[in-house]
């Protein structure tokens, strides 16, 4: 088919027809798409309903205007008209409306006689749908991204989760006031020394909280490198920096939303981070590194620390005002030496954990829980774990006596062990094992028979025989 000028006069092999400019006018009208034909100046000189509908502009508000003016009273984003009259040829690009729709548009030429350029026809196609799914997409892509990092991350730490051992009154009461806070969603920071239990007693705030069903995030802010920090709590735009992965990546605050995280050593933040997480406190929104927008979330913050936070404030490595919006619900957790009664039951605790994960079958003597018990354990908690698993894997034998445990650091040697099982055990028996005790220890400390028979007053024919004797009965170490 062709187009012959004077006339709308439409020819095909088997027949011809002859139609009006009306006629013509009809068609363009009943196009799906939208159709915008401007002349050679680019004014407007033409335009079917479907444009209307499609970009939501009307009709009196375009006719007669030229392109130029249009685009820079901002009724379009950019003119693909204007780009025909410059190249000279067909144009497509993506074209947004102050009615805020997006359309598709071809803008192509039609040339006079002379060449030059008389009109140009523009063709519209209604886009905004295919933008609002793509964008949908992203987020849900987005979404997907985030509940899969939720979903490792609760794994992972989920699997560490133990429950609290407490008998202690002064630690029940520190439970009970945790089980009250938990209720409330406000900030709480954790007081205490290393390893006391800090995690442990914020895990126990989060399971009691309304956000028991979210992610417990924990952050040690002392063991991220300075220069990460920032991206790995705030997350970062794709391209941030060098290095940064493609797809960006999403912080753990972002990834935290609607559940907890916890602060772990927050005192070991830098400066220039405390004025950041602040805003995080105050407004709860982030924005990631190389981005422009914010993002609220949905966050409890549970922070911890062994320092002496006050202080560090007077001291100018503390912000004041981050110290008072941390500071909210203070809980000191007692060292171990202060709560005495949670020392044997701990000790159970991890015998049976120990024996499990070894496949052991140990029990511990009553003179060797008197030494723990009596113990300062500096280390407190984590220190008394650290023990209990050493002398389960070390110890000889199926009972844990004080000889096995870790001179100096936990029991004098002047101090001696006698151990009679709870069952009824006859005189001789008794008297047996008290002789295994002093044997075993004064051969340990000495290393020799003479010595460590000159000790417990007897001749060394006497110890060996004895040792020997016990040796055979399986109540020494061969």
Known sequence: MFLKK???????????????????????????????????????????????????????????????SIEREGYISKSATLAVLRY??????????????KVLVSSSPIFDEQGKISM?????????????????????????????????????????????????EKMLT??????????????????????????????????????????????????????????????????AFTGAS????????ELADGGTVFLDEVGELPLDMQVKL????????????????????????????????????SQKTFREDLYYRLNVIPIRILPLRERKDDIEPLIMHFLQMFNKKYNFNKD???????????????????????????????????????SDLPIKSVWSEEKTEFEVNSKKVTLKEAIENLEVVLIENAFKKHGNVRAAAKELGIDASTFVRKRKRYKDKNMLQK
């Not at 799914?133 to 699997?159: D, F, H, P, T």
């Open 6 to 68: 004077g006339g709308c006069d439409l020819q095909s092999e088997n027949k011809a027809c002859k139609c009006t400019l009306n006629q013509l006018y009809d068609v363009i009208e009943s196009s799906y798409d939208g159709i915008y034909i401007t002349d050679g100046q680019a004014n407007t000189i033409f335009l079917n309903k479907a444009y209307e509908k499609i970009t939501g502009m009307k009709k009196e508000e375009m006719l007669g205007k030229n392109m130029a």
């Open 88 to 101: 000279g040829k067909t144009v497509t690009i993506d074209q947004g409306f102050k009615t805020g729709k």
């Open 120 to 168: 140009v026809v523009t063709n519209v196609r209604d886009v905004t749908e295919l933008y609002e799914l793509k964008e949908k997409l992203e987020k849900n892509e987005e979404l997907a991204k985030k509940y899969y990092s939720q979903v490792e991350a609760m794994r992972k730490q989920l699997l560490n989760f133990s429950d609290i051992i407490a008998e202690d």
């Open 174 to 239: 520190i439970l009970e006031i945790a089980k009250k806070v938990a209720d409330v969603d406000t900030t709480v920071l954790l007081l205490g020394e290393t390893g006391v239990g800090k995690e442990e007693i914020a895990k126990y705030i989060h399971r009691n909280s309304k956000r028991s069903d979210r992610s417990f995030i924990k952050i040690n802010c002392g063991a991220i490198p300075e220069n990460l920090i920032e991206s790995e709590l705030f997350g970062y735009e794709k391209g």
């Open 246 to 253: 493609r797809e960006g990546k999403i912080g753990l605050f």
């Open 278 to 313: 602040l805003r995080v406190l105050q407004e709860g929104e982030i924005k990631r590194v190389g981005g422009i927008k914010t993002i609220n979330i949905d966050v409890r913050f549970i922070a911890a620390t062994n320092r002496n936070l006050k202080n560090m404030v």
């Open 364 to 402: 511990i003597s009553s003179g060797a829980m008197e030494s723990l018990k009596e113990y300062e354990w500096p280390g407190n908690v984590r220190e008394l774990k650290n023990i209990i698993e050493r002398i389960v894997i070390m110890s000889a034998d199926n009972k844990i006596f004080r």
